[in-house]
């Protein structure tokens, strides 16, 4: 009896602890009002208690990356930022920010030239998000059917033309939307790119402390993870230089 006592006084003051704790709501409105007040580690504390909390969202990450901007630690806000970005990459406020923050990093690396091609597909695709695209992919597959209806069961010769073409005309564009649609799903989920959180590091030749410097990167600066050994990993930067690092000196997207 004494024992189920026990038990009973513990589930209700953990009920009661758990009732106590702000809500993420809360602790959003508390975030503002703290950044709004230029209390930005009071934001940070109440913006990353919702993330630790398992949600996120665009808005959620963008006001977490501007409130480390403020504490000036560059390399949180620019994870945050690109965190935001993959989930909104049509969001011109985040990458406007995102290049101001890149612009106070030390390392000023030259990008290898993308072909125009891949260039283009991928400005079309983060022109919109990855359910923005898979939305306009389900309503292009809807307008297949209809055109491939009207093909199937008009009269008129004319108007089984262009239901023909029409239908053709709509698979090209579902086939496109639906590819963009799974690119950005993948790019979003993906878990190759990180940020690197030491004021400066030195990457290895091999996953060891005793190999040979390669060249420093800095606070801020992004990678490529090319492959992952014990606590190491294998990282490519813009200008194709790779190497090893400590994964703790770096933090993925």
């Known amino acids: 009896m004494k024992r189920i006592l026990i038990y009973t006084a513990l589930l209700f003051v953990a009920v009661v602890a758990r009732a106590a704790e702000p809500t993420s709501l809360e602790r959003w409105e508390a975030g503002n009002k703290a950044y709004i ?9 109440e913006y990353s208690a919702i993330v630790e909390g398992g949600e996120y969202s665009m808005k959620l990450y963008y006001n977490l990356a ?17 965190k935001a970005l993959r989930l909104s990459p049509s969001q011109e406020d985040v990458r406007h920010n995102l290049a101001i923050a890149e ?11 993308e072909f125009f091609l891949n260039r ?18 389900l309503a292009t597959l809807a307008l297949c059917l209809a055109f491939g209806l009207l093909f199937l069961l008009a009269s008129a010769i004319r ?8 239908a053709m005309c709509g698979v090209v564009l579902f086939i496109a939307t639906t590819s963009f649609a799974i690119s950005s799903r993948n790019d979003m ?4 790119e990180a940020i690197v959180m030491s004021s400066a590091i030195s990457v290895k030749s091999s996953p060891d402390r005793s190999a040979t410097d390669l060249f420093v990167l800095h606070e801020g600066t992004k990678v490529h993870i090319l492959s992952e050994m014990d606590e190491w990993c294998e990282v490519v930067i813009a200008d194709g230089k790779k190497g090893w690092t400590e994964t703790k000196n770096i933090e993925e997207i």
């Open 120 to 137: 283009w597909l991928r400005i079309v695709r983060n022109s919109m998000s990855c359910m923005a695209w898979s939305i306009l992919s």
């Open 159 to 166: 108007w089984r033309k262009a239901g023909f073409y029409c």
């Open 37 to 45: 007040e230029g209390n930005y580690a009071k934001a940070v504390e």
């Open 189 to 192: 989920l993906s878990h190759d």
């Open 66 to 82: 501007n409130a480390y901007f403020k504490l000036g630690e560059t390399g949180k806000a620019i994870l945050y930022y690109n």
């Open 103 to 113: 612009a106070q990093t030390k390392d000023r690396i030259t990008v290898i030239p």
